[in-house]
């Protein structure tokens, strides 16, 4: 595996995308919404709570804001790859670029990761950039409120770098599936988007259950994880050039 | 340069080419001709490497399609223009040009020089900065062709290089086959356009699933009927009837209005003693010409016996 020819295709999908408004506005408009508005929402939630609450209990209700919010930015890097892949696949089928590309001396799994980095790399920047937006904004108001700084902590680290990572992985493979079934953008980011339902379902659940958030996040991590493996061997089955030229309709 | 031997590929029940064996040589344009659905683009793409066979052998240079080392080798010396163009719209001209040296592993230096030759060549050097989206179907087609070159590759595979474009756009990039043809390069084409593939092609396959001819133009037009000269003259006698009769190349002679067709093997040898056997008895020669079929009546022809087989 040459990394230097996937980060090509990589480099050449990231043009691709900065040349597409629909793609810049979702990548601008999801850190903002998930980094600083529901943030800002949530502390005024608190604001008006707090007055009625001891210091012990406006602390473990802020720690429960941190734990929604930072889940909030998991839903970045899992709902952001289904707009970037099925550009990055789907897009491919639609503009029939894929024959040359697999014509070039580049092995199937070196145009996959290619093609899975140019969807994971935005997200995650994206994801990190929201991240980098609302701790300050948290922090502040905790440190100003409470005189403490609520992040970083275990809960945020663990989330922030590997359940977000692992969640926009599983997203890409799901949409590299999703693709290979369907030939337009649309129909892609649809589908995209109900395969990543279920972890929707799970930041809601690990929202409302925040006193077994590093628990939780442990065990989401190692159920992502392990379905990240499941996803990974589907897709690799489903990237290869014959299926691709052949069976991608 | 190319070695193919009993190549078959099976799409389930669905056999799409069949026992093929045919070779091109380095520096030769060889076209494929045949109707849809015949196996020409899916000939091309085991040759590419692009998908497998289920048997026979193939090989490219000294680089097997079997070995998957040798398809990395084998996708590096061969450039591909597919149907369709598959440019990036919203990139540049350079942009997609450059994206696809690096895939090929064109030093930059090197790269660089083949886009702004290539561009320059095809006449889109001014615009090379422009999104592709903004050209028309027939300057997209002339990027393709470029992208397909940017490697220098050995041997160049276009697949329907004419399709869908206005006869202008066309006679460019007809002319610029010819240009490449000039150079040697190894050119294998696949076509439906009978005239550009007897226009551009040394060799024409012709192929329905499995090859039905492998030939020159020239001698495929041939094959169709024995090679026939016809004289017109004045008037046709007994004497000149039976003079050209004499003769041991013309096979045989028949005559209608004021026109001698004879059946000869070789006219190139033979039409000046047909000429001067013809003058002695008296006979006054208006013109002489060649009775040729068509390229079309052939292949039409062969088509027609693939499909009642």
Redesign the interface.
Known sequence: MRLWKSWIVTQKDLSVFKKNKYVLYSLVAMPIIMGVVLPVIFIFALNAEIVTLSHAQSLAAANQIVSIATMYLVLIASILPSIIASYSFVGEKVEKSLEPLLATPTTDGELLLGKSLAAFVPCMAVTYIGAAISAPIIDYWSYTKLGVLLIPNLYWLLVMGVIAPLSCIMSVEANIIVSSKVNDIRAAQQLGGLVVLPLVFIVIFAATSAQLSILLALVVSVGLAVADAALFFLSKATFQREEILTKWK | MIEVENLSRK?GNLLAVENVTLHVDEGEVFGFLGPNGAGKTTTV?ML?C???KTSGQARIGDFSVDNESDC??I??I?G???E????????SAY?NLD??G????VPVQKRQENIERLLRLLGIWERRED?VGTFSKGTKQKI?IA??LIHEPQVLFLDEPTANLDPEAAKTVRDFILDLKKEKTTIVLNTHNLDEAERLCDRIAILKTRLVAVDSPKNLERSLYNRKTIVHLEGVSDAILAAVKNLSSVKNVRSSDNKLILDIDDPEKDNPKVVRAIVSAGGNIQYVTELRSTLEDVYLKLIREASAK
């Open positions: 799409f793409r590419c692009l998908i497998g990395l080798k996708r590096k061969v591909f223009l597919p369709n163009v598959g440019l990036y719209d919203s990139l942009r994206f696809y690096r895939l090929y592993e999104s393709a992208r397909a």
